[in-house]
């Protein structure tokens, strides 16, 4: 059992990104070799074309992981261009990747369908993580629901070349992450960078409290009973608190009288304490960026003889080896 998963360096995280997915990812590393995490900067680049920003999101991506919890004794971490064995595989499963099936993918056809013109990394971006997935013989790819498609290509790609040519990869299986954990920003949309209603995981303990002061709330009169379910500055307070705190919300919530601003002050307090520690982390990470690369380049080697292994075995089966 491999799991597998790959996060795009493309901004700050967010408390989203976090419950979403990050804390998941953390939550099955076990041993170093079953579970790999990579950073992908080979896929950020169809979006960012700024070198220095590029540079900086993917270190600043390590560092985050790493305060967050990621433990590289209980997995492996590295920069997915650290393996060049991927963007080889991937040209193998390009000669065989039907382009129907790439013009359904999401991503490819929402830029389409705005009218927009899309650049073939964009168009190829599945067919990348279908190699992503398959060098690593992983057999389990921890995803949030919007990537599901994605797998299901991986695994056409991987069938179709197994059919062709023999046995050459295993048919991973996506494990959707707890979808209940969607996150609302602050004004109760989906939180998402390209809506711009985020709280960032490391964001100024001074700003963030300015930030969630900003959630947006009903005009309902203060004595008015409210239901906490449908609120998304419950659900936000319900990713801190435990049990006791969120159940003695939710009554305040049914009883009435009590103001929002109380609620987001107490959801401030909890917010900053919840990643006081992860901050103390990053800090000391972050004076000490070669420590960070160390850990990459180790995660990288680590990663790269079985990312050579099932390339070669790619190689054999499709003739460019004998
Ligand atoms: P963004 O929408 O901000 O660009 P990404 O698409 O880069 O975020 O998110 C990476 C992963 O983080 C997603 O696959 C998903 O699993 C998770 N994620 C992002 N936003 C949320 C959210 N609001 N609630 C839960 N999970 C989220
Ligand atoms: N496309 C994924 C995302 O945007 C990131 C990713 C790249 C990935 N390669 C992967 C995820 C391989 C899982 C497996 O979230």
Redesign the pocket.
């Known amino acids: 059992m491999r799991v597998l998963s790959g ?2 360096p ?1 901004g700050r995280f ?1 408390w ?2 976090y ?3 990050i804390r998941q990812y953390i939550d099955l590393q076990g041993q170093p070799e079953n579970a790999f995490y990579f950073i992908a900067n080979l896929h950020a680049l169809t979006t960012v074309r700024d070198p220095q920003r590029l540079q900086q999101n993917t270190l600043d991506a390590a560092i985050d992981l790493l305060a967050l919890g990621l433990d590289p004794n209980r997995a492996t971490l590295f920069l997915q261009s650290d393996v060049p064995e991927v963007s080889e595989l991937c040209w193998l499963l390009m000669t065989g990747a039907p382009m129907g099936l790439l013009e359904r993918c999401h991503a490819y056809k929402d830029k389409k369908a705005k009218g927009l013109t899309a650049d073939a990394g964009l168009f190829a971006y599945p067919v990348l993580m279908a190699a992503d997935i398959l060098i690593y013989d992983s057999t389990t790819v921890p ?2 629901e ?2 599901v498609q994605h797998i299901e290509v991986c695994r056409d790609l991987a069938a179709a070349f197994n059919h062709e040519f023999g046995e050459a990869f295993v048919l991973p299986k996506a494990k959707v ?1 707890d979808t209940s ?5 602050i004004d109760g949309e ?5 809506y711009g209603n ?1 709280l960032e995981v490391f964001e100024e303990p001074k700003t963030l409290r300015k930030q969630i002061m900003r959630i947006v709330t009903d005009s309902r009169p203060m004595e008015q009973p409210k239901e906490p379910g449908t609120d998304h500055l419950f659900q936000l307070y319900s990713l801190f608190a435990d049990d006791a705190q969120r159940e003695a919300l939710a009554a305040t919530y049914r009883r009435g009288g009590f103001g929002y601003g109380e609620v987001k002050k107490a959801l401030a307090d909890l917010a900053v304490d919840y990643f006081a520690e992860a901050r103390g982390r990053r800090a000391e990470f972050e004076a000490h960026p070669e420590q960070v690369r160390d850990i990459l380049a180790a995660g990288a080697a680590r990663a790269r003889p079985k990312a050579a292994e099932v390339l070669l075995r790619a190689q054999r089966a499709c003739g460019l080896k004998n």
């Open positions: 996060i795009q493309t967010h989203g990104n419950f979403g997915a995803v949030g919007d990537q992450l954990a969607r996150v609302p920003g989906k939180m998402s960078k390209s985020t």
